[in-house]
């Protein structure tokens, strides 16, 4: 018998990288436990299954394409209500789904309101359709993270309550919103778990799921 805490972390699997996140978490809590925890991860499909979990996270991938089958799964109220009271992590289509207004969106996708922020779909363009750099995140110990960017999505508008993580440079110098936090609502537009390093997953457990604000650091 274990008296350890429980917790089990869902990966929304309509669509998208799923599997990646999975083996990401697994991966984040093998390499250093979390002591008198107990992790479970999980695939999410439907409203009982979300329904199970302490926190979420919603992969990339497409996001009308995930709007479309969670329009058609019964899962769009379900998941807006459940970012208003659990933990939740949007990577690039992910964070579109999360924001409250799209730009380039199509016209019925479905936009869950969970961070207060305008989003622009493909917002670095075509020539720079996919690319990594390297950002090194203040809460993360050690080398700079490597972000990798796919067809991203960024932030345009950030509404009181949202914080800003963090930004990259674009060529022409400009910089870009690319995470954001409201709460325990968290949003990147790159994607974490396609960069060989399971540091940003174990600061998504251990902040937001444990909720252990009081040390970021321990990442
Ligand atoms: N461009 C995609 C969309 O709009 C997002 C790309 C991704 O998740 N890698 O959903």
Not at 1 to 13: F, I, K, N, Y
Not at 74 to 96: F, K, N, Q, S
Not at 139 to 151: A, D, H, M, N, Q
Not at 157 to 172: A, N, Y
Request: charged fraction near 20%; include cysteine; charge should be negative.
């Amino acid at each position: 018998m274990t008296s350890d805490r429980q917790l089990r972390v869902g990966v929304l699997a309509l669509q998208g990288a799923f599997r990646e996140h999975l083996e990401y978490l697994a991966q984040a809590v093998a390499a250093a436990p979390f002591p008198g925890i107990q992790w479970h991860f999980c695939e999410v499909k439907t409203p009982a299954e979300l329904e199970r979990c302490d926190g979420l996270v919603i992969p990339g991938g497409e996001s009308t394409a995930m709007s479309l089958i969670a329009q058609r799964t019964g899962m769009v109220e379900p998941l807006r209500d459940y970012c208003t009271t659990h933990p939740v992590w949007g990577t690039c289509a992910g964070l579109i789904l999360l924001a409250t207004t799209i730009v380039d969106g199509k016209p019925d996708q479905v936009a869950l309101g969970a961070l207060d922020v305008e989003v622009r779909r493909n917002a670095f363009g075509r020539q720079l359709d996919s690319f990594t750099a390297p950002v090194a995140f203040p809460w993360l110990k050690g080398e700079p993270f490597e972000t990798v960017f796919i067809r991203a999505p960024v932030v345009t508008k950030v509404e009181p309550g949202v914080e800003v993580l963090s930004t990259v440079e674009r060529g022409d110098g400009s910089k870009v919103v690319v995470a954001v936090r409201q709460r325990r609502v968290l949003g990147t537009s790159f994607h974490p778990e396609l960069a060989g390093d399971y540091r940003f997953h174990r600061w998504f457990l251990s902040e937001f799921v444990v909720g252990d604000s009081a040390s970021p650091a321990s990442a």
